[in-house]
């Protein structure tokens, strides 16, 4: 409940829900995965930056809970360490998938007085090839799977927000984009779907629609009888993978006699071409590397531009 605590602080959101968000957690024990990635990608990649000559140490930090951000950030300049670079665990644009980060790395840095050091955010990795084709092998997993006679439907879930955060940012066109390069390479005759899920807050505040449940009745009312969901917003199998889509999403799915089949995230082993991406974005950051992206929309600039995914709850 702390943790929950600090992630829904000023959202206006009741005990009740607080309450029944906790038993999502408690179904797996009561932790959640996301502190175990987060360790697998932190070694991996400490691995791939000694492997390839870099004299550079990996540190690791959260939002809402230990090792807190401010505790990272202490700790690298205790160490004596002026320039870092952030990677985040998020691909896309957003208010909360990126601006918040740049405001949480300020926040810290000023909390323990380390206003000297430098820390870089990496660009969005959304439609990076260690990003996209991951999500293109595990789709074609999660087909052969399925082994549907035709071409099952592509449900491609991520976060939703609400309606106003996303009007101020491209959290939306970056995730069809990928969308559209692992559909059109995974299975091009597929139909693909961009649908949402873990809606949170005050019910009266627009959000992203379709929920992932009310399109998997909507596509039982069409006569389907499969479909291959792809969490493409999300980096690797947390709590809200896990409860959302493999077990509140399979559930609807069982009930409407629908066959599916999800496919896995590219960070949860983690997936070395993930890994070996997450060298490039450094490399870039620091101009050893030009940008690498398979989709047609525009490059992101090296820093982000003020106002740039402005939103407040």
């Not at 300020?106 to 439609?127: M, N, Q, T, W």
């Not at 595990?138 to 099952?152: F, I, N, V």
């Not at 071409?273 to 997450?278: C, D, N, P």
């Not at 950051?285 to 531009?305: F, G, N």
């Amino acid at each position: 409940m702390p943790f929950l605590e600090r992630v829904t602080a000023g959202r206006g959101i009741g005990p009740e829900r607080l309450a029944e968000v906790g038993a999502h957690y408690a179904h797996f024990g009561g932790v959640s995965p996301i502190n175990e990635h987060c360790r697998a990608i932190r070694e991996a990649l400490q691995s791939e930056l000694d492997s390839a000559g870099y004299s550079l140490r990996v540190y690791w930090g959260n939002r809402n809970w230990h090792p807190l951000l401010d505790e990272t950030v202490a700790q690298m300049a205790n160490d004596g360490v002026l320039h870092a670079v952030a990677l985040v665990t998020s691909a896309y644009s957003s208010y909360s998938g990126c601006r918040q980060y740049i405001e949480d790395i300020e926040r810290a840095k000023s909390a323990v007085g380390a206003d000297e050091l430098r820390i870089d955010k990496i660009r969005p990795y959304f439609d990076h090839p260690g990003f996209v084709e991951p999500f293109i092998r595990s789709t074609q997993d999660a087909l052969e799977r399925l082994a549907a006679t035709d071409p099952p439907p592509l449900v491609f879930t991520a976060h939703s927000i609400p309606v106003a955060m996303a009007n101020s940012c491209d959290y939306e066109a970056q995730l069809r984009a990928t969308m559209n390069l692992v559909a059109g390479a995974a299975s091009p005759e597929s139909a693909c779907h961009l649908v949402w899920q873990s809606r949170s807050g005050s019910p009266a505040v627009p959000w992203l629609e379709p929920d992932i449940n009310d399109h998997l009745r909507w596509l039982a009312s069409r006569g389907c009888e499969n479909a291959v969901v792809i969490p493409i917003g999300f980096i690797s199998d947390h709590v809200e993978v896990l409860w959302d889509l493999d077990h509140q999403a399979a559930s609807t799915a069982d009930e409407l006699g629908l066959s599916i089949e999800r496919a896995a995230t590219p960070a949860t082993a983690p997936d070395p071409e993930f890994i070996a991406m997450a060298r490039e974005l450094i490399e870039e950051r620091l101009d050893h590397l030009s940008p690498r992206a398979l989709s047609a929309l525009p490059a992101r600039p090296r820093d982000c531009v003020p106002g740039c995914c402005v939103f407040k709850m």
